[in-house]
């Protein structure tokens, strides 16, 4: 029988709190200068793809950076790894809202996104080193999951209101006073923590790793996008080719980067590609029931954002709901209902129309939210109770890169739903109006550009194109939300196989071993 592990001290829970904050920002950085773009093309005059660029690039080198960026915090320090991240990430912010020219604004994300993939292993490693009891370290996996889940849904509110009340600049600069807080707070209450077995990175795995998922991101969305096909495949060969490499040469190097076979054991892996899942479905239609808010109910982004509190306050409810009931039901059990609750939020979509209450919306994402943050809470703590405290960064990374690959397919799969059915239904719709061709192509390439055509045309004919529009729109989300309640019904069903038999209690680790040693 072995000695109980200690329990957290007052330092520590103080600790989490400023673990928290980075955490929220960075995932609130991903979608806070969404609602932004019409005031920053006016005043920097973007080209489409720069406005892509814009928004994309920070996640595009977020998710490329992590499994790297993790192997260094266990190399040279968690802690040191978040501080020297919080200073790249207040520079990039400062760099972004001095911005004069597109390239400047694009740079200056893109190095937010070299500060995030620094920080956000290191939150999630530190918070399983900080708190080795099970019972505790579950209530801190759901602070950590509460405040990535209200990052998530709150980007939107919080640059909406930003940026109406202030400026799209004002949007950056908030990063600052949290990462002054961090640098004063951070040496004080976090504990220095490391790999002791990783002597040395090996470097041909951090550019496998790199090009691997910067180039399977990459032409994820610019497949998605549907022009440039040739060039996204032959990144996506690229991408697929250098993570094959980088998994064979991770199972021969006596000290991988990242220990794939920590897939063996069923525990994480199951969690692993149940976040995965469940992300993909939660990100995809969310990005679609938010379009519907402004585009078809013509709220503005304040208005907007007043209908997206409710999913912020259950996206922070969730992950301690969980926390509570998992001490009377099996974790497994947890996770699938919590995401057969998001499916029933998806489900709502069809009761859609042009002229329903923001109210719908506001329940359907809120039940989204209060269900997918359950099963992410319990997944994020099964995941890292499935390994040693030192194997906490891989972990960490493989727990964020999944979450960031489940953001950009669901985003380009789901979105790609949207886009083709609207496309497909104003495009045979339109042709019964007898619209110049240019017009109606136009109408029929998003909802924002039919509004534009509606506007020009004026009386019966732009009223009739755009009635066209609001409907092919609201069926679409009826569709794309029809398909997410479908992925989190299969995740359900994942997570009550995979996960089943995990122990609420005790650390995964050492029962994972009868199963596979999970780690090399």
């Known amino acids: 029988m072995t000695d109980a592990p200690p329990r957290a001290t007052l330092k520590s829970w103080i600790g989490l709190a400023v673990l928290a904050l980075p955490l929220l920002l960075i995932t609130i950085d991903g979608t806070v200068l969404v609602l932004g773009l019409p005031a920053i093309s006016a005043e920097l005059s973007p080209t489409g793809v720069e406005q892509l660029w814009m928004i994309d690039i920070y996640s595009l080198v977020l998710a490329g950076l992590l499994v790297a960026m993790s192997a260094l915090g266990d190399r040279f320090g968690r802690r040191r790894n978040l501080l020297i991240g919080a200073v790249i990430f207040a520079i990039a ?116 790793s790199l090009v691997g998922m910067v180039g399977v991101v990459y032409a994820i969305k610019t497949l998605a996008g549907g022009k440039g096909v040739g060039l996204g495949l032959a990144v996506l060969a690229v991408g697929l080719a250098a993570v094959v490499v980088f998994v064979r040469r991770q199972l021969v190097l006596p000290a991988p980067l990242l220990d794939v076979r920590l897939f063996a054991v069923r525990y994480f892996r199951g969690a692993v590609i149940g976040d995965l899942l469940s992300i993909f479905a939660m990100v995809g239609a969310l990005v679609a029931l938010v379009q519907h808010l402004q585009l078809v109910l013509g709220l503005t982004p304040i208005q907007a954002s007043v209908w997206l509190i409710p999913q912020a306050i259950f996206a922070a409810a969730a992950a301690f709901a969980a926390a509570m009931l998992v001490k009377r039901f099996a974790p497994a059990r947890v996770v699938a209902v919590g995401l057969l609750v998001a499916a029933a939020g998806f489900g709502l979509t069809v009761f859609l ?59 380009a799969v789901l979105g790609s739903v949207l886009v083709s059915w609207y496309t497909r239904t104003v495009t045979a719709e339109a042709a019964a109006l007898d619209l110049p061709a240019s017009l109606a192509e136009r109408a029929a390439s998003t909802m924002a550009e039919a509004l534009l055509v509606a506007a020009e045309l004026g009386g019966s004919a732009g009223a009739a194109i755009l009635g066209i529009a609001q409907a092919a729109f609201t069926d679409a989300i009826t569709v794309t939300g029809i398909a997410g309640a479908g992925v989190m019904m299969i995740a359900a069903i994942w997570a009550l196989v995979t996960l089943r038999g995990a122990s609420p209690h005790e650390d995964l680790a050492v029962e994972s071993a009868n199963e596979k040693e999970p780690v090399a």
């Open 93 to 208: 912010s400062v760099s972004g809202a001095l911005a004069t020219e597109p390239w400047m604004l694009i740079g200056a994300r893109a190095l937010l996104g070299v500060g995030g993939a620094i920080m956000m292993p290191s939150t999630l490693a530190l918070v399983r080193t900080m708190f080795l009891d099970r019972q505790q370290r579950r209530y801190a996996m759901a602070v950590w999951a509460a405040m990535a889940s209200v990052g998530a849904a709150a980007g939107p509110l919080v640059g909406g209101w930003v940026i109406e009340t202030f400026s799209w600049q004002a949007a950056l600069l908030m990063n600052i006073p949290v990462m002054i807080a961090l640098l004063i707070l951070g040496p004080a209450l976090l504990p220095e923590s490391r790999n002791p077995d990783l002597h040395r990175v090996d470097v041909p795995s951090i550019v496998l």
């Open 353 to 411: 129309t042009p002229t329903s209450s923001p109210a719908l919306i506001a329940t359907s994402l809120a039940l989204v939210a209060l269900g997918a943050g359950m099963g992410l809470a319990l997944s994020n703590d099964i995941i890292m109770s499935s390994v040693e405290p030192r194997r906490a960064g891989q972990a960490a990374a493989i727990s964020e890169t999944a979450y960031e690959l489940g953001t950009t397919l669901g985003t």
